[in-house]
């Protein structure tokens, strides 16, 4: 959940890099929160947010953690015969 402190979410406001998944959490759900303000609490809204979140996923796991997960694969070996 994106609970962190006040003090974290005024420094991320004033432009300070993110420093952990908290914060990174909370950054996320702003830009679903102002989506979601923008458009209305509705199935559909609802619908593309995690639909979009789904996609994001789906390709962030592709492009990112695939690859890097083969190369382990290949440096540290196989765990299933």
Aim: glycine share 8%; net charge negative; proline share 2%.
């Amino acid at each position: 959940m994106p609970y962190i402190q006040q003090r974290q979410r005024t420094e991320l406001a004033e432009g300070r890099e993110m420093a952990n998944s908290g914060e990174l959490n909370y950054t996320l759900t702003l830009v679903l929160n102002k989506y979601m303000n923008s458009k209305g609490v509705s199935y559909n809204t609802i619908n593309d947010i995690l639909g979009a979140l789904e996609g994001c996923k789906l390709e962030f796991y592709r492009r990112i953690a695939e690859p890097y997960e083969n190369n382990k694969l290949s440096v540290n070996g196989d765990v299933y015969e």
